[in-house]
């Protein structure tokens, strides 16, 4: 619609400009307008003028157009590059944090005695009753069941099943999973393991014990299972139950399990490993 009748504004206009063209080259210079070409001249000119101011805003919206498609076309092209930037940034970001969550791992392995094998988290148990995570690594990497599982946080748990490039870890919040431990300050000591209910706790801790919210605990190495002095996490708190002999320790993973991205395993055998198994 607007391209329509700006061609014919046009048009018109250019039909006046042909006729003052016209009238200009039939009349005399040397003489002023007669009675007739006054009367022709206070007819048109009028609205040639008219039409002329129409033409001249009818064009100048028209070059604002264009200079708005031009600057819409050039805001897109920013826009672009500007999400090019950001998707760059989160790339960059994101290496720079797997490099120093390697880096932590590449210590962790450095400091240990024994020599330790790395591995990415390539999935999650899907099943809410098994608190479980997979990794990239198996039998092939000479991993076997029952095997520690390290983060440069603390324990994260133990290989429970294998397969030839591909393992199970049983996380240490999973009500299945068990591990002598004891307190870091008072050297008490119990069996973490986690409940159904999705926190873990400290079993078999005595009623007159010294234990205390923010205690350290770690492994004590008396299960045969896992090295002792590995970090597990701290006490959360201590409830005196009404009945019977124990308290009630609910503790807490120093290892925010969610996030797990890379972790350490420790070529360990337990005791009970077999090698027909």
């Not at 198996?138 to 294998?162: I, K, S, W």
């Not at 320790?249 to 005791?271: A, D, F």
Request: aromatic fraction near 10%; proline fraction near 4%.
């Amino acid at each position: 619609m607007f391209f329509k009748r700006l061609r014919n504004v046009l048009l018109i206009w250019l039909a006046l400009l042909a006729l003052l063209v016209f009238f200009s080259t039939v009349t005399h210079r040397e003489r002023d307008y007669n009675r007739v070409e006054r009367a022709a001249a206070d007819g048109f000119l009028p609205a040639f003028s008219f039409f002329n101011t129409l033409k001249n805003s009818l064009l100048s919206v028209w070059n604002h157009y264009f200079f708005l498609v031009d600057t819409q076309r050039e805001n897109n092209q920013l826009k672009k590059q500007a999400a090019g930037l950001r998707e760059e940034n989160v790339r960059l970001r994101e290496r720079v944090q797997a490099e120093q969550r390697l880096r932590r791992l590449l210590q962790l392995k450095t400091e240990g005695s024994v020599s330790a094998q790395a591995a990415e988290v390539v999935g999650r148990g899907p099943s809410p009753f098994l608190q479980a995570l997979y990794i990239n690594k198996g039998r092939q990497d000479g991993l076997v069941q029952g095997m520690p599982v390290l983060h440069p946080d603390g324990l994260v748990g133990r290989l429970e099943r294998t397969a030839d490039h591909h393992a199970q870890v049983l996380l240490l919040n999973d009500p299945g999973f068990a591990v002598d431990c004891l307190t870091q300050r008072s050297r008490v000591r119990g069996v973490w393991t986690g409940h159904p209910e999705g926190y873990c706790q400290l079993k078999y801790v005595s009623r007159n014990e010294d234990i205390q919210a923010g205690d350290i605990i770690v492994t004590s190495g008396l299960d045969r299972l896992f090295p002792k002095g590995l970090y597990l996490g701290r006490v959360k708190r201590v409830v005196s139950q009404i009945k019977g002999n124990f308290l009630f320790v609910e503790v807490v993973p120093e290892v925010n399990l969610g996030q797990i991205e890379e972790v350490l395993v420790i070529p360990k055998k337990p005791s009970w490993f077999s090698e027909e198994e």
